[in-house]
């Protein structure tokens, strides 16, 4: 399989793992944990974007996705191309790495355009876990390869 179709196989198989594992917590602890309906809430509040989006607009899912391939490609490249470990342990270590540059991500947009009277440290530790799964997901498609 090509570079470039390992990362769109990737993208769809990783960001759909991670996803269905945020919606499955969503359900079973009654919190909000779904990544592309809070993205909605975002686009809902901010200045930038003029589009009254619902919690299911396409553009929540397009920007979720459009991020999980930024993040399958520099995985996918960093492997194959600088001696990256692709070890489950390391899969581990980059998926607690991308779980908290999420975090930081997440946490740059509740303070700047949500603003939620309260941010829920376990959200934090959901996406540590969430982007493990993703990473994982992803590692084994490139060893698959």
């Given at each position: 399989m090509s570079t470039t179709l390992l990362i769109i196989v990737a993208t769809?198989?990783?960001t759909i793992t991670m996803t269905t594992f945020s919606y499955l917590l969503s359900y079973f602890i009654k919190k909000q944990y779904?990544?592309?309906?809070?993205?909605?809430?975002?686009?809902?509040?901010?200045?930038?974007?003029?589009?009254?989006?619902?919690?299911?607009?396409?553009?929540?899912?397009?920007?979720?996705?459009?991020?999980?391939?930024?993040?399958?490609?520099?995985?996918?490249?960093?492997?194959?191309?600088?001696?990256?470990?692709?070890?489950?342990?390391?899969?581990?270590?980059?998926?607690?790495?991308?779980?908290?540059?999420?975090?930081?991500?997440?946490?740059?947009f509740f303070k700047t355009i949500y603003k939620p009277s309260h941010i829920d440290f376990w959200y934090f530790v959901h996406l540590i876990i969430a982007h493990i799964i993703f990473v994982l997901t992803a590692l084994a498609l490139y060893k698959i390869n």
């Open positions: 769809i198989c990783s779904r990544g592309p309906e809070l993205l909605n809430l975002l686009i809902c509040k901010s200045k930038f974007i003029p589009i009254e989006a619902s919690k299911n607009h396409p553009l929540g899912w397009i920007i979720h996705f459009s991020i999980g391939l930024v993040f399958d490609a520099v995985l996918i490249l960093l492997w194959s191309n600088y001696s990256l470990s692709s070890s489950w342990q390391s899969g581990v270590y980059l998926g607690i790495v991308l779980g908290i540059i999420g975090s930081i991500g997440w946490t740059l």
